[in-house]
């Protein structure tokens, strides 16, 4: 298995552990009984909780970007050094971003997520400069 695609269900791990926090956290605000329903009478999310959505929700975001970008690359085959670095970063800068979003840590949250963003550029890269260039 390449390093790309090691990173990419790393990716997805993550997005898993991370669809816990909601989960766990509606129960312990809402009840089990509560959650069993339609869910029309359930509170409105706060505070960790709330947090916890919005962490879910753009690790969610980033790896629909992450995932196309790593299946073309191994599509054309394009693996390189820089291939494997981008992925890298950019699974260390999502779980570092998932940490800091679940943690409230403001500028550091925000520096990871663009570390992330520059680990898929990094990818896009070597395709459009291996294939299209």
């Given at each position: 298995?390449?390093?790309?695609?090691?990173?990419?269900?790393?990716?997805?791990?993550?997005?898993?552990?991370?669809?816990?926090?909601?989960?766990?956290?509606?129960?312990?605000?809402?009840?089990?009984?509560k959650?069993?329903?339609?869910?029309?009478?359930?509170?409105?999310?706060?505070?960790?909780?709330?947090?916890?959505?919005?962490?879910?929700?753009?690790h969610?975001?980033?790896?629909?970007?992450?995932?196309?970008?790593?299946?073309?690359?191994?599509?054309?085959?394009?693996?390189?050094?820089?291939?494997?670095?981008?992925?890298?970063?950019?699974?260390?800068?999502?779980?570092?971003?998932?940490?800091?979003?679940?943690?409230?840590?403001?500028?550091?949250?925000?520096?990871?997520y663009?570390?992330?963003?520059?680990?898929?550029?990094?990818?896009?890269?070597?395709?459009?400069?291996?294939t299209?260039?």
């Amino acid at each position: 298995m390449t390093t790309e695609f090691m990173m990419l269900l790393g990716a997805v791990a993550l997005y898993f552990l991370l669809s816990l926090g909601p989960a766990v956290t509606a129960l312990v605000q809402n009840g089990f009984f509560k959650l069993l329903g339609s869910r029309d009478d359930v509170a409105p999310r706060s505070g960790k909780s709330a947090r916890a959505d919005r962490a879910l929700a753009n690790h969610g975001e980033a790896l629909m970007m992450f995932a196309p970008v790593v299946l073309v690359a191994d599509a054309l085959g394009v693996q390189t050094d820089l291939t494997k670095l981008g992925a890298e970063i950019f699974l260390g800068g999502r779980v570092a971003h998932a940490i800091c979003y679940l943690l409230g840590i403001p500028v550091v949250r925000s520096l990871s997520y663009t570390a992330g963003m520059v680990g898929i550029g990094m990818i896009a890269y070597e395709v459009i400069s291996r294939t299209v260039l």
